[in-house]
């Protein structure tokens, strides 16, 4: 069937417009009616929605006779780690305040499978009933000190005398990232941790380094870390300022653990896909989205895994990508070298990218056989890759080559052709 809601990681949208109340509140009923029940481990971030939207979902679960458990505000990697028959977060991950929406876990952390929001699509037209509420509210105060203990003991390392820059994009983490890195010893200049429900993801956070950049080389820090609003991605600036994707943070871990196989996504680059080729290191690559890097890794039998955007994840002793995890083992890398010196093992392509507002992403005939022409041509000394957004109205473009005027030509051409089939 068609997908009216989901995307590539939940329901999300504009709150108010495409993301009311009301469709949380059916999303709450239909998810609780879909799994017969059962209890539903509830965290959100710190969007000035959060509380309307937790409200309304929780209504739709007391309908169906399901049982809210309300954590409050909670990185996305603690509502894996803690859900029960079901786990959700009001969230809107790395998108600008005014978004929301909800993604959901099964009862070990997974997020749901394709066919498994087909289902719950099915259910939204089946308002909750009318009549006395048939389940219950549950407020859940220990939330954080678990994750933390878990995270932190399971991850964390001796960080004495480390200096690091933290942003936190003023979502999730704004009160857990600087607690777990002093408690480990690092000395943590932190920005980005005063979440006043507007400012989640607003010029900070893993969607804009500006600042961390600054606050690194201006305080002489070993490196910095930044999350996004709700903490499931993390990328990295090192002592001189420069930033690191998530593309060079898995391959500094894929050496530092000692993997034997990867999960990554379409959009990695093709210095990573050499360096793993030069170690012996087996790469699967799939769809965009870090479900389906997830989805890979427990197929394949491997750990690690993550996307260019930041979702890093290592599923020893967890169960989905955590920005905190990613953060404690990049640092845990460093044995005593600069970060500069261990990114430096892999090299990279020069990428170009460039988002496409459209008015439909369906891509067209035309469009496919110009990137499949221009791939052919390059024959793998490059490529060009484009893509819908799974979560807003654009259509992604990444050109990538030798050098920086081939990328930025290759880029610029793909994109006004997109613009003139679809914009």
Known sequence: MARRHFGTDGVRGVVGVDLTPELVERLGWAVTTWSDGGSVFLGRDTRGSGPELEAAFSRGVVAAGGS??????LPTPAVALLAQDLGAVISASHNPPEYNGVKFFDEGGQKLTDESEEEIEALLDAPPADGVPRGTVTRVEDATARYL????GKFGSDLSGLRLGVDCANGAYSEIAPQAFEGLGAGAAVIGAEPDGENINVGCGATDLGLLQEQVVGAGADLGVAFDGDGDRMLAVDETGAPLDGDQIVAILALHLGV???????MTNLGFHRLMEEHGIRVV????GDRYVLEALRREGGLLGGEQSGHIIYLRDHVTGDGLAAALLLCAALGGRKLSEVAAVMPRFPQAKENVGVRSKQLTPAIRAEVERVNGNLDGR??????ASGTEPLVRVLAEAETDAETESLCGTIAALVRRELG
Do not use: F, K, P, Q
């Open 68 to 73: 809210a458990l309300l954590a409050g505000v």
């Open 149 to 152: 203990e878990h995270v932190v």
């Open 260 to 266: 034997d196989l990867v999960a990554v996504t379409s």
């Open 285 to 288: 690559t799939t769809d965009v």
């Open 382 to 387: 490059g490529r060009v890759l484009v893509r």
